[in-house]
């Protein structure tokens, strides 16, 4: 019995260091210094005669402190554990053992999530994730897969605590989907997200050929942050965009196909976002001048633009050679991604929204720069 306990004893030591590294890497100070300064503001007079600021404060303030009470938590159970750990030596019991072990389990994953959540510096990658889905060529079988793929992400959103909100969703002809757009909504979103953008590759035999033979499918993903209409120097003129107004389809309640309240807008540029799940076509250009200016503001960043009008619409190729990540369901089980290398045979699960592995090695290799050769 001393032995395992001496052995979790000896694993909680080992990890200390990382756990004292973590109070930096989060900069726990400056934290708590800027939570006595939000707190302040919070209590000076007038603080709720502006709504939307006083909103953003308080949202400010709720993250600060769940960032240190999360800390705080892993600590008091590390010294919990090192406790049980004495007294089970002490009094020669092991029916703390169980939950010795599922308590270090538990906390090894919470600093493993929280050292990734430290790498998410980038200067959106605290925002929420507007994520756009694209069949590619090859008809039902495409669209098939490219719901598929809707699934599996908001699955992921359900099991990982974010929310998501459909956006636009366009049936397929005969099973699937064209294409869909989802807010996911919760702090990193898009830092967790970002990784995702880009072809994915499917390789299975098709439900819809009666022959039974080997497929392939593609379907891209496009992953922007949510960008708040003040954070930019920047409009969109009416005359930037042409606007499209369309019977809605798909999902999205009663009142979808009843009116022409759907939205499409199209920049000068050749960006196109489009919205129908809202009730009414003034809800829906609202939010499509919401996804508009996100797209636009995250391209002219990522390409280092001096402007807006600087910014021309790509269209991406999906299709062989541009891929991400391969998902192979016959002759064997595989889900491999081609940048980082990781990969795992139990494709069931990936499909099911178990997509942490590969989140995680993108932000670690990002982190270090150690990309596969291709």
């Not at 989802?182 to 967790?192: C, D, K, P, Q, T």
Request: glycine residues 6%; hydrophobic residues 35%; aromatic residues 8%.
């Amino acid at each position: 019995m001393n032995i395992e306990f001496d052995s979790y004893k000896q694993k909680l030591n080992d990890i200390k260091p990382a756990l004292d590294g973590l109070a930096d890497s989060l900069n726990l100070v400056g934290l708590k210094n800027e939570l006595e300064r939000l707190h302040a503001m919070q209590e000076a007079p007038g603080f709720w005669d502006d709504v939307e600021k006083s909103q953003k404060t308080v949202m400010k303030i709720k993250q600060a402190e769940n960032k240190i009470t999360r800390y705080e938590k892993m600590v008091s159970s590390w010294e919990d554990m090192q406790t049980i750990c004495e007294m089970a030596e002490e009094e020669d019991d092991d029916s703390m053992l169980p939950e010795l072990k599922e308590g270090f389990e538990t906390l090894t994953h919470e600093m493993e999530t929280c050292r990734l959540e430290t790498l998410l510096t980038g200067k959106y990658d605290k925002n929420n994730a507007i994520m756009s889905f694209q069949a590619g060529a090859g008809g039902t079988e495409a669209q098939d897969w490219c719901q598929m793929l809707y699934r599996m992400y908001t699955r992921w959103a359900e099991r990982s605590g974010f929310t998501y909100k459909l956006m636009d969703y366009q049936e397929g002809d005969e099973a699937g989907i064209k294409s869909a757009s989802i807010l996911v909504e919760g702090e990193n979103a898009y830092g967790f997200l970002k990784g995702e953008s880009g072809v994915h590759r499917l390789v299975r035999v098709s439900p819809f050929d009666a022959n039974a033979r080997r497929q392939t499918s593609f379907s891209a993903i496009e992953v922007i942050p949510e960008i708040e209409d003040d954070s930019e120097d920047f409009e969109i003129r009416p005359d930037e965009y042409e606007m499209q107004v369309f019977r809605s389809s798909g999902a999205g309640g009663q009142h979808i196909n009843k009116t022409s309240s759907a939205v499409r807008l199209i920049h000068k540029s050749g960006i196109v976002v489009s919205c129908q799940t809202e009730r009414s076509q003034f809800q829906n250009k609202e939010t499509c001048l919401r996804m508009l200016r996100s797209k636009l503001v995250e391209i002219r960043e990522r390409e280092h633009l001096a402007t807006i009008a600087d910014i021309k619409g790509v269209q991406q190729k999906i299709e062989w050679g541009s891929q991400i990540r391969n998902y192979v369901f016959m002759p064997y089980t595989l889900v491999k991604d081609t940048r980082t290398g990781c990969e795992t045979s139990n494709v069931n699960a990936v499909m099911d929204g178990a997509l942490d592995p590969f989140i995680e090695s993108y932000l670690n290799c990002l982190a270090s720069g150690n990309w596969v050769q291709k």
